[in-house]
């Protein structure tokens, strides 16, 4: 079975500072996702990738197949940026759903 | 925009009650999930669909049953609530196997 591990769990940063969080699993994957979620609970995808690098505005999603790792980097932290971020994979080419990480609870500090 | 709706976002109900939670997505997805979110535990899937009338289970389907009969709306049923059912049920949406997933809000269940 996939594991899918997050660090850090929480991390408390000022504004303005480059942010990293890590995703890491453990079996072979079509594809990987980054989530937000912020209070009150609605889920919204940030990215989805199975090679390379993609970019949004001031987020970066990076992945490196071999080393079955993915990062999200924000750049420029901006309080708004508060939330808790998902990793999630998708395991195969079947039609089953997402193993999720637990999450990293991140407050960018005015 | 790919919405997708579920039918409360708090409901609280006593124990042995039957449940039914809907979820309906407006963009004509194949694929619809019901996971659950309980803390230090992470999102986890329940059931999922990748047809009308079809069904498989997740990782926790105990307790759980589904029903897809339009293409659109996808139920969970808790047939016999129990307090250890108490939690954040999220449904989401997918159009191909490896697309991108929509969330709905959420619905934060209690079961007392």
């Known amino acids: 079975k996939n594991e899918v591990e997050q660090s850090p769990q929480n991390l408390t940063a000022q504004e303005g500072e480059f942010i990293t969080i890590n995703c890491s699993y453990s079996?072979?994957?079509?594809?990987l996702h980054w989530l937000q979620q912020h209070p009150g609970g609605g889920i919204v995808s940030l990215f989805m990738?199975?090679?390379g690098k993609k970019k949004h505005g001031r987020l970066i999603a990076t992945i490196n197949i071999q080393e079955k790792h993915s990062s999200l980097h924000i750049t420029a932290s901006h309080p708004r940026d508060s939330a808790v971020y998902i990793c999630?994979?998708?395991?195969?080419?079947?039609?089953?759903?997402?193993?999720f990480g637990k999450g990293t609870h991140l407050i960018i500090q005015p | 925009d790919v919405k997708v709706t579920q039918s409360s976002r708090y409901l609280v109900k006593r124990t042995g009650e039957k449940v039914f939670l809907e979820c309906v997505q407006d963009?004509?997805?194949?694929?619809m999930f019901w996971y659950r979110q309980d803390p230090g535990l992470g999102l986890r899937l329940i059931y999922f669909?990748?047809?009308?009338?079809?069904?498989e289970k997740g990782d926790i389907p105990e307790g759980y049953s589904v029903s897809r009969e339009k293409k659109e709306r996808f139920s969970l049923i808790l047939e016999s609530a129990s307090t250890n059912q108490t939690s954040m049920y999220l449904c989401?949406?997918?159009?191909?196997?490896?697309?991108?997933?929509?969330f709905g809000p959420g619905t934060r269940l209690t079961v007392l």
């Open positions: 989401a949406s997918r159009k191909g196997l490896t697309d991108t997933q929509y």
């Open positions: 079996v072979g994957i079509s594809a």
């Open positions: 990738l199975s090679s």
């Open positions: 999630a994979v998708k395991l195969g080419g079947g039609a089953d759903g997402l193993t």
């Open positions: 963009m004509d997805h194949e694929n």
């Open positions: 669909s990748y047809d009308v009338k079809m069904k």
